[in-house]
């Protein structure tokens, strides 16, 4: 049941009823954990769902970091109970930290995969907190070691991450744009079409940063012009498609 409510809530064409009723469903499968606080497939889907939903809804800044703090408590209790050594990704010293994460098999790329995301979800949640700059590089190794293990996991989503990483500040504070490209293009060529939003992120994380005019229009054009009835992504495609216009909109004023 939980796995089949996460497809149809992806999968939902119209963003408005999603909105409306995921707050419902949430509340749901929290309910199903206090009975099964520890069922694997429950706290995955938990994560997903509050994660897209906190992403693609939320704009509230204290609801944004309420609920993202939920999708990560989550994740963090799937890898605590996968690998104890993770309870404490937070806290354990960095080395310590990646060395755990090199001996996590393919058997464990759900739960890596859904960690990185709750956890950048987290920190996008509270980006105006210069105190979380310094858990990147613990989400960046995530995706890392999930790219390493197989780069085509979930379209090779880890590379959307990664190319957001290497491209969020400019170049002059850090920034490595090239390398950024590099992990889109690769997600784009992954994914193909099905993934509206790796278009979005390349024109907004990119483009925009090396002031790239035709690329961002191209790209966010892209969007526009593709069918967003993808299987697994369409209610992200057509919370891209909107950003995407709004992104063209506001396009002269930046440019």
Known sequence: MADNLSRSFLNCDDPATVETAAPAYLLMIDSLLIDH????SLLLVAVKLYTSYTTAFV????????????GFDYALRAACNRDVKLCKAREMSF???????SQMTKADLPI????????ANYLEARQGDWR??????????????VVAL???YEDGGAHLYL??????????LGGRPEI???HFERALAISGKKNLMAYVLYARHYAKMLFNRSLHDRLLNEVLSSNPRMDGYILSNMVAQAEARDLLAAADGYF
């Open 112 to 119: 890596l995969y859904a960690l990185g995301a709750a956890w």
């Open 59 to 70: 704009k509230d800044t204290q609801r944004a970091k309420s609920l993202s703090q939920k």
């Open 163 to 172: 190319g957001v990483f290497a491209t969020l500040v400019p170049p002059a």
């Open 150 to 152: 197989n780069e085509f």
């Open 37 to 40: 606080p520890n069922n694997e």
């Open 180 to 182: 950024g490209k590099a």
């Open 95 to 101: 080395d310590g930290y990646t060395q755990a994460l």
């Open 132 to 145: 979380m700059i310094a858990q990147v590089p613990r989400v960046e190794a995530i995706m890392k070691r």
